[in-house]
């Protein structure tokens, strides 16, 4: 079984909708990201959450939300879905008790907004 | 802030050939480094870090970096590339201290492996 999980993997959606999309991990981390990844741009974070009561603005959160209801769930919501925000989402996990970073990262969501 | 510059944003090799992923880093902090491989339509796998121990670094699959402090790099080397390495690579870094688990990715580069 994965160790981090996101649903749903694709999704078609129209401009103004609202969409929900939701990570969970197994592996006991207490820290997690939500990163978008564009073509020749690289990953960049959205928002990060160091436990459940610590949420973090990333570098372009401006249009996202986020709600971390467990220690094991993080979601991203896009509140009125644009077409710039057509991208391939991610979630990561890391660990602080580790004190390296690696950050783990789940198999992703394509996000089409038409 | 850290940054990170991958120099390539494609790197064509044949098969059997050395494999050389060039990164850059800025930090103002001695940083933690990571190249991650991304497969098509899978998210990102880490192959390798750097924490401050050993400046040569091995991961899996046969890949290795060295950190060179002088020349601020980390670029990610295999001696002889095989079909299955073609993929996308990314450099990041990560401070050290304070919010240090922030890891700041390069743009990536996509290794093709040619027969």
């Known amino acids: 079984d994965a160790d981090v999980t996101q649903t749903p993997r694709n999704r078609i959606t129209k401009t103004g909708k609202r969409i929900m999309l939701e990570c969970s991990q197994t592996?006991?981390?207490?820290?997690m990201y939500w990163y978008r990844q564009d073509p020749g741009l690289g990953l960049r974070l959205i928002y990060y959450?160091?436990?459940?009561?610590?949420?973090n603005k990333g570098e372009i959160s401006d249009g996202y939300s986020v709600s971390r209801q467990a220690q094991a769930k993080f979601s991203l919501s896009l509140e009125s879905a644009i077409p710039n925000q057509t991208a391939l989402y991610f979630c990561?996990?890391?660990?602080?008790?580790?004190?390296?970073?690696?950050?783990?990262f789940g198999p992703g969501t394509r996000l089409t907004v038409t | 802030a850290q940054s990170v510059t991958q120099l390539g944003s494609h790197v064509s090799v044949s098969e059997g050939a050395l494999v050389l992923l060039r990164c850059n880093y800025s930090s103002s902090v001695p940083p933690y480094l990571f190249w991650y491989v991304q497969y098509p339509n899978q998210g990102l796998q880490l192959l390798l870090k750097?924490?401050?121990?050993?400046?040569l670094v091995k991961g899996i699959n046969g890949f290795e970096a060295e950190f060179k402090k002088s020349e601020t790099s980390f670029h990610l080397t295999k001696p002889s590339a095989h079909m299955s390495d073609a993929a996308e690579y990314f450099c990041a870094v990560s401070g050290n201290t304070g919010t240090a688990s922030k890891l700041t990715f390069g743009t990536g580069t996509r290794l093709q492996v040619t027969l």
């Open positions: 750097y924490t401050s121990a050993a400046t």
């Open positions: 592996k006991g981390h207490d820290r």
């Open positions: 990561a996990t890391s660990d602080s008790r580790q004190g390296t970073y690696e950050q783990y």
């Open positions: 959450s160091f436990d459940v009561k610590d949420i």
